[in-house]
């Protein structure tokens, strides 16, 4: 006979999301069954961003090496182990694991249930032998890669951004198909690990990032050895018996590279699969029906279940724990919070780091029109960069035109750390004329963001009531 719980809250799915919905309402004294079919911790632990970081970081240290003569230190070009980079990796996800552990979230009070969670009603899921009647649900499940519709392609093995982590061995010539942060993180990491990388994306690179900010990390993968090809098309795969043909389109323009590996990391796509969502009620969006349908406050077409995360059309582990913490205040307290997607930074891991928060020029200008203004500040002119030799990059700071603060962008060495700065900012209503009265450590790359203060008062001072003020001043003595 079936078991049959009746929580406050019924999580579907342990990912980041789904662990962060759990903790957040236990924290609020309310009972939480969890449900998962495969590992706890999801993608961004087992093969997302946590390894691809940890690959990219064995990367940077191989990369170190060849740099050495230009901070008058001679080394050989690394000699690269791969088997021995994938046992770091692996170390790495091991370290972290005990968070997302059994055991741990147990010992919060949550139960968790292994298995297929599906609806059976509106009101009810079934998981193995156990039903669940929660108050409220939230699907926390997760993406999936769709494999694209290449001919040839189901023909050849191919790697996955999931599958290739698992690699113990050097690749001689591997194809990217797709250049997104993903695919370019791991692009870059096999081209310094001493693989021969192509990236083909049938469109603009790092779609969606500011372009001249994208231009600066792009510009140091090529000069890494990443082979670039935006605006391409695969149009199909060969399979042959030494090596893998990679037939590729631009416009009218046809070329067949050869290929020893390929790896598959496009778009990722929510994993709704199984759920049977039509017996709870539960409608796609009619313009994305890939997408659930959801309103402003993450609730579905059914008012008893919510989504979060990748399940919700988020793309990043920090866009899923903020949408957790408004979930549970929505889901458990009646609140009417809604998720603001402008106050999640947005990373691209790659060397140099490219972070954004809020409105980039692009969407400033299509929002605001001519009412913003931008001020920019060179890493060529902070001496913390300049010590250190990484001087191509560029911030950018996003304002009105009274200096509220709509947005921010960095291409450059610590640009995740330096965001962060902006994003606190934001949160606390500072303007840009209060980033110049910020003390920052010297020498240092926050001193980038006062720079940017400074900037936007010298602008402000050129203004001609405030050249009036001064003159006026003057007289008065």
């Known amino acids: 006979m079936a078991e049959i719980l009746n929580p406050d809250l019924c999580v579907i799915g342990a990912g980041s999301g789904g662990l962060a919905v759990a903790e957040v309402a236990r924290a609020y004294g309310a009972s939480v069954v969890l449900v998962e079919k495969a590992r706890l911790g999801g993608n961004a632990l087992h093969t997302g961003a946590i390894p691809a970081k940890a690959l990219a970081a064995a990367a940077a240290h191989a ?27 692996e170390q790495v996800i091991a370290a972290l694991a005990p968070m997302s552990a059994a055991a741990r979230i147990e010992a919060l ?21 156990t039903e669940i009647r929660a108050r409220r649900f939230v699907i926390a499940t997760g993406a999936k890669l769709p494999v694209p519709a290449i001919p040839g392609l189901d023909a050849v093995p191919y790697f996955t951004s999931e599958t290739i982590l698992d690699n113990t061995r050097k690749l001689t010539h591997l194809v ?91 778009e990722r796509v929510p994993n709704l699969d199984g759920l049977e969502l039509d017996k709870a009620g539960i409608r796609s969006s009619k313009a994305e029906p890939h997408l659930l349908q959801l309103s402003p406050l ?13 399940a919700a059309g988020g793309q990043s582990v920090q866009a899923a724990v903020r949408q957790a913490q408004v979930v549970v205040r929505n889901a458990l307290l009646g609140a009417m919070a809604r998720p603001d997607p402008l106050r999640v930074p947005h990373v691209v891991s790659t060397e140099p780091e490219l972070a954004e928060i809020g409105l980039n020029e692009g969407l400033a200008r299509a929002r605001h029109g001519a009412n913003f203004r931008v001020t920019r500040w060179s890493f060529a002119d902070n001496d913390r960069a300049r010590a250190a030799r990484e001087t191509y990059g560029l911030a950018k700071l996003i304002t009105d035109r009274s200096g509220r603060i709509l947005g921010a962008g960095v291409a450059g060495p610590g640009a995740s750390e330096l ?30 963001a006062v720079r940017l203060g400074e900037e936007f008062r010298r602008a402000d001072a050129q203004k001609p009531l405030i050249r009036q003020w001064i003159s006026l001043n003057k007289l008065l003595g």
């Not at 993450?298 to 990748?310: D, F, I």
């Not at 965001?419 to 980038?448: K, N, Q, R």
């Open 63 to 89: 990369q170190a090496m060849r740099d050495g003569p230009q901070f008058g230190i001679a080394a050989d070009d690394p000699k690269i182990n791969f088997r021995r980079v994938h046992d770091h990796v």
């Open 109 to 129: 009070g949550v139960d968790i249930v292994h298995g297929t969670a599906r609806f059976i009603n509106r009101r009810a899921v079934v998981a193995g032998e």
């Open 176 to 266: 990217v198909i797709g250049g997104g942060p993903l695919g370019l993180e791991l692009a870059q990491a096999h081209a310094r690990l001493g693989t021969e990388v192509t990236v083909v994306e049938n469109g603009p690179l790092l779609a969606g990032f500011d372009p001249e900010l994208a231009a600066v990390a792009l510009k140091r993968l090529a000069e890494d050895g990443v082979a670039l090809r935006p605006n391409c098309a695969v149009s199909a795969i060969l399979p042959r018996s030494m090596g893998i043909g990679v037939a590729v389109r631009s416009g009218e323009t046809d070329e067949l590279l050869d290929a020893s590996h390929i790896l598959v990391a496009g």
């Open 298 to 310: 993450l609730k579905t077409s059914n008012p008893r279940v919510y989504a979060v995360g990748e």
């Open 419 to 448: 965001v962060a700065l902006f994003s606190l900012a934001m949160s606390g209503g500072l303007t840009a004329g209060d980033l110049a009265d910020f003390v920052a450590p010297y020498p240092s790359h926050a001193e980038i």
